[in-house]
Antibody, heavy 121, light 107 residues
Framework: EVQLLESGGGLVQPGGSLRLSCAAS????????MSWVRQAPGKGLEWVST????????YYADSVRGRFTISRDSSKNTLYLQMNSLRAEDTAVYYC??????????????WGQGTLVTVSS | EIVMTQSPATLSVSPGERATLSCRAS??????LAWYQQKPGQAPRLLIY???TRATGIPARFSGSGSGTEFTLAISSLQSEDFAVYYC?????????FGGGTKVEIK
């Protein structure tokens, strides 16, 4: 059974940093691209970032490029999102999701339950 | 950026009736279109990918159609568990983009 378990969310001040983690199990982690998708309170879904199976390719939404960094550690079956220079508009539930394929071009077939990030003073 | 527009924003349907949801892309995405279902307090679930292929475990009452810029998700006979918010997403171009969602509510 595929499981994705996010952690690392919490309350942070504007301008601060946070690192999210997503522990994956139930599939061969190194064979699939992985993504982060966020959802602000009461709003729709917003794609944030994707990393290819081997980590050689990364993609970012314009709203986070230069501030967020996606990475993965296949030895630990874990996906990360380093978030710097956080803003109030980054407040959201952040979901980790598994791509159907290896490159990042496929839809997201499994999702974690999400971790809440709140940016506020 | 490809803008995905869903309509209507809210759809009121009686159990057992058919629901039809629309998604329009600002430029062609071919068949690279997915549909997701999200219930309150839960993560999204993949329903349809490639515009018309049901994901694993998705009941046959869900069907997707369309290509290019116009897409449709149909639910043939709404069950109680189908009342939720539905999102379309294009995976043809970066950045990947979602529609604003259609809420299917009980009439």
């Amino acid at each position: 059974e595929v499981q994705l378990l996010e952690s690392g969310g919490g309350l942070v001040q504007p301008g601060g940093s946070l690192r999210l983690s997503c522990a994956a199990s139930g599939f061969t982690f190194s064979n699939y691209a992985m993504s982060w998708v966020r959802q602000a309170p009461g709003k729709g879904l917003e794609w944030v970032s994707t990393i290819s199976d081997g980590g050689g390719f990364t993609y970012y939404a314009d709203s986070v490029r230069g501030r967020f960094t996606i990475s993965r550690d296949s030895s630990k079956n874990t996906l990360y999102l380093q978030m710097n220079s956080l803003r109030a508009e980054d407040t959201a539930v952040y979901y980790c999701a598994k791509d159907r394929g290896s490159s990042g071009w496929e839809p997201l077939d499994y999702w974690g339950q999400g971790t809440l990030v709140t940016v506020s003073s | 950026e490809i803008v995905m527009t869903q309509s209507p924003a809210t759809l009121s349907v009686s159990p057992g009736e058919r629901a039809t949801l629309s998604c329009r892309a600002s430029q062609s995405v071919g068949s690279n279109l997915a549909w997701y279902q999200q219930k309150p307090g839960q993560a999204p679930r993949l329903l349809i990918y490639g515009a018309s292929t049901r994901a694993t475990g998705i009941p046959a009452r869900f069907s997707g159609s369309g290509s290019g810029t116009e897409f449709t998700l149909a639910i043939s006979s709404l069950q109680s568990e189908d009342f939720a918010v539905y999102y379309c997403q294009q995976n043809n171009n970066w950045p990947l983009t979602f529609g604003g969602g259609t809420k299917v509510e009980i009439k």
